[in-house]
């Protein structure tokens, strides 16, 4: 079983809004989580079918500006948990 948990219920409209001055690669990143749920960076690589420097790019992005939680995988503690947070 993968380290994604839990599905995130935000509703998508909402998180348009937050994201709209974002570029579509990013966009499409927190799209994915916000489908997906919580997810790792190489599985939005492999969903996405993005570069790992774009995801990598995507994911420091959001996190920097508050948007995204992450979290360590229980599983394998090197690998990083990320979820879809605009509240």
Do not use: I
């Not at 499409?28 to 997810?39: C, I, Q, S, T």
């Not at 774009?54 to 229980?74: I, K, M, P, W």
Request: aromatic share 6%; with cysteine.
């Amino acid at each position: 079983m993968p380290c994604n948990a839990q599905r995130n219920a935000q509703p998508w409209e909402r998180a348009a809004e937050a994201l709209a001055e974002y570029p579509p690669s990013v966009k499409f990143v927190a799209k994915v989580l916000d489908v997906e749920g919580e997810l790792s960076q190489q599985r939005l690589v492999e969903e996405t079918l993005l570069p790992v420097r774009t995801v990598r790019y995507a994911v420091n992005t959001l996190e920097q500006d508050g948007h995204l939680e992450s979290r360590h995988c229980f599983r394998d503690a090197r690998k990083r948990l990320y979820s879809l947070d605009l509240d």
